[in-house]
């Protein structure tokens, strides 16, 4: 577990510490940051959970250092049920998280970017269950959110 300057810092060397255009700095208050952890095969793992009694993933903004596969283990340690709705190229995923119950999602994230996730069972989303996964990386220009006006037909 990070500390409190290590998120802050995490989330400064990112961009992340203020809001920005995509809203992340305001959207995802709750929760922590944390980053995969990188295997020798070049896949990336983490561990997401809800700790009792908390309608926030933790940690709630995950980083990735490149785009490319995350095992991704989700643990409710809460006394409700929740589920994940997890963002995949190609497709999503989505597991039922049982009280006191965790599962695993594989997942292939391979470009820069905000991947959002969410438990949208009930009102969780609208209580805080949302979270965030970035991935760090170089976005080629011509997808850049802060690209010059584009010429209009």
């Not at 340690?77 to 998280?97: E, Q, V």
């Not at 990386?137 to 690209?147: F, I, Q, S, T």
Request: proline share 7%; hydrophobic share 35%.
């Amino acid at each position: 577990m990070t500390t409190a300057k290590e998120r802050n810092d995490m989330l400064s060397a990112v961009g992340l510490d203020v809001q920005n255009g995509a809203t992340i700095g305001r959207v995802l208050g709750t929760g922590n940051i944390e980053q995969a952890t990188e295997r020798a095969d070049g896949t990336m793992e983490a561990t997401v959970r809800i700790e009792p009694d908390e309608i926030a993933w933790d940690p709630s903004i995950l980083l990735l250092p490149h785009g490319g596969d995350l095992e991704l283990t989700l643990i409710n340690d809460d006394m409700n049920t929740h589920c994940a709705l997890l963002p995949s190229n190609g497709d999503r995923k989505f597991i039922w998280l049982v009280n006191h119950s965790k599962g695993v999602a594989r997942l292939n994230l391979d470009g820069p970017g905000y991947y959002w996730f969410s438990s949208p069972t009930g009102n969780d989303e609208g209580r805080g269950l949302t979270g965030a996964i970035v991935v760090l990386g170089e976005v080629p220009p011509e997808a850049r959110l802060d690209r010059p006006d584009q010429p209009r037909p």
